[in-house]
């Protein structure tokens, strides 16, 4: 089953805009972890939120956790077209010894 | 480092058949996972090893085994190929087993299809 389930499903803006993404989860959560996935390509790991913590950034990305509504937002600023990608969380909780994906936004930018 | 590699990046099997997919890593990570994806879905888990000798079943682990022999190796055996086995599979690892900073470095993946 998955944990973690991003809104939109897919979310099309134009080259400068800003993406946000959402996630909710159904289980209280060690960390919360975002990764992108180009078309064909393995994921690769954005950044990582712990419970503890309630924003971060990383470059063009700031990413919040409100774990009272079990919920994550992926802010993506000023957006490229090679930000063209889907989108995932992923969440680690308890003692389980895996992360389990959402199902992903699939980001468009247009140039 | 190579990061994590896998091969055949392409295969395509007849139902009933068996094969191994490869995996590696060169970062010695204690940690590795196979997942597969199926369209517009996110990734599900099929097998997990904390360390050379450890494994553990995932989410969807019916049809596949694997073993870790090595830290570096985790292969992944389908033992009789059947159409619902077709899919995208990645292999991951990371540095330990459930640290809360821990991330995944993934493989390119294997596309599979099974007629």
């Known amino acids: 089953s998955q944990q973690g389930e991003e809104d939109p499903q897919a979310l099309s803006i134009q080259e400068g805009e800003n993406a946000t993404m959402n996630c909710s989860y159904k289980?209280?959560?060690?960390?919360l972890q975002w990764y992108r996935q180009n078309s064909g390509r393995g994921l690769v790991h954005l950044i990582l939120?712990?419970?503890?913590?309630r924003e971060k950034h990383s470059g063009r990305l700031r990413v919040t956790l409100d774990t009272s509504k079990k919920s994550s937002s992926l802010l993506i600023t000023a957006s490229r077209a090679a930000d063209t990608a889907s989108y995932f969380c992923?969440?680690?909780?308890?003692?389980?010894?895996?992360?389990?994906f959402g199902s992903g936004t699939q980001l468009t930018v247009l140039p | 480092n190579a990061g994590v590699t896998q091969t055949p990046k392409f295969q395509v099997l007849k139902t009933g058949q068996s094969m191994t997919l490869q995996c590696a890593q060169d970062?010695?990570?204690?940690?590795m996972s196979w997942y597969r994806q199926d369209p517009g879905m996110g990734l599900r888990l099929i097998h997990y090893?904390?360390?050379?000798?450890?494994?553990d079943q995932g989410e969807v682990p019916n049809g596949y085994n694997v073993s870790r022999s090595t830290t570096e190796d985790f292969p992944l055996r389908l033992l009789s190929a059947a159409p619902s086995q077709t899919s995208v599979y990645f292999c991951?690892?990371?540095?330990?087993?459930?640290?809360?900073?821990?991330?995944?470095?993934f493989g390119p993946g294997t596309r599979l299809t099974v007629l």
């Open positions: 992923a969440t680690h909780s308890g003692s389980a010894r895996q992360l389990t």
């Open positions: 289980t209280s959560i060690n960390n």
């Open positions: 991951a690892s990371s540095r330990t087993s459930g640290g809360t900073t821990d991330t995944q470095y």
């Open positions: 090893s904390v360390g050379a000798g450890i494994t």
């Open positions: 970062m010695n990570h204690e940690y």
């Open positions: 939120i712990r419970s503890n913590e």
